[in-house]
C-alpha cells in the first residue's frame, strides 16, 4: 500500500512579522526582513523593503512563426555548407527536414516537442560531442543516410519498423554505432 506524501512545513510559516519599532529605523530593517511563507517561497525583497520581482519564466514552446525562421536559416546553412552561428534551435530544424526527406512525411513535432527537442540536442550536442556542433552535424547526417538505407530495405522487403525519433538519435546505442562506423572507417 502506498504511503501519502508529506510535506513538511515550518511552524511559524503563517506567522506575521512582528513589528516592535519605537520608530528609530529598526522599523525600515524589519520591512526587509521576509516572512515565513515568503522564505518558503523563495521570495526575496528590495533593498527599500519591497517584494522583489519574480524572476520570468522562460517560454517552453518554441512558436511556429519564430520556427519557420529557424528552419529558413537551417536550409541555407544546408545549402550553403556552413554551419556557422549554428544552435540547438537548427539541429531540431534540422531532424525536422531531414525526417521528412527520408520518410516523405512530416515530424508532427508540436511547439512543445521542438522546445524539448532543443533542450536534448543542446545536452547531447555538450556530452557526446564536447560542444562542437560541426562534429554533431556531421553525426546527423551520418544517421539520416544509415537511416535512409535501412527505409530503402523495408520499403523494397514490405517491412516496418518505428522511425529514427529524437529520443533515439541521441541514445547511447546509436551513439555508439557512428563510433563503431568512425572506428571501422579509420582502418
Known amino acids: 500500500m502506498a504511503q501519502p506524501r508529506t510535506i513538511s512545513l515550518p511552524p511559524d510559516l503563517f506567522d506575521p512579522v512582528e513589528d516592535d519599532d519605537p520608530g528609530d529605523g529598526e522599523a525600515k530593517a524589519a520591512a526587509t526582513e521576509l516572512t515565513p511563507l515568503e522564505r518558503f517561497l523563495g521570495r526575496t525583497r528590495t ?4 517584494l522583489a520581482p519574480r524572476r520570468k519564466r522562460r517560454s517552453t ?3 511556429a512563426a519564430r520556427y519557420e ?20 534551435r537548427h539541429l531540431v530544424a534540422l531532424y525536422d527536414l531531414l525526417h521528412e526527406e527520408t520518410y516523405g512525411v512530416d515530424a508532427c513535432l508540436t511547439s512543445a516537442d521542438r522546445h524539448r ?17 560541426t562534429e554533431a552535424i556531421v553525426y546527423f547526417f551520418w544517421a539520416w543516410r544509415e537511416e535512409k538505407r535501412k527505409e530503402t530495405w523495408r520499403r523494397e522487403n514490405h517491412r516496418e519498423s518505428r522511425r529514427l525519433g529524437v529520443g533515439l538519435l541521441c541514445s547511447s546505442g546509436f551513439v ?5 562506423h568512425l572506428h571501422r572507417s579509420r582502418r
Open 61 to 63: 514552446t518554441v512558436p
Open 117 to 133: 527537442a532543443q533542450l536534448l540536442f543542446g545536452g547531447f550536442v555538450k556530452r557526446v560531442f564536447d560542444g562542437e556542433v
Open 47 to 50: 533593498p527599500d523593503g519591497k
Open 69 to 88: 525562421r529557424i528552419v529558413d536559416e537551417t536550409r541555407e546553412m544546408m545549402r550553403t555548407r556552413r554551419w556557422d552561428g549554428c544552435a540547438a
Open 176 to 180: 555508439a554505432d557512428y563510433k563503431l
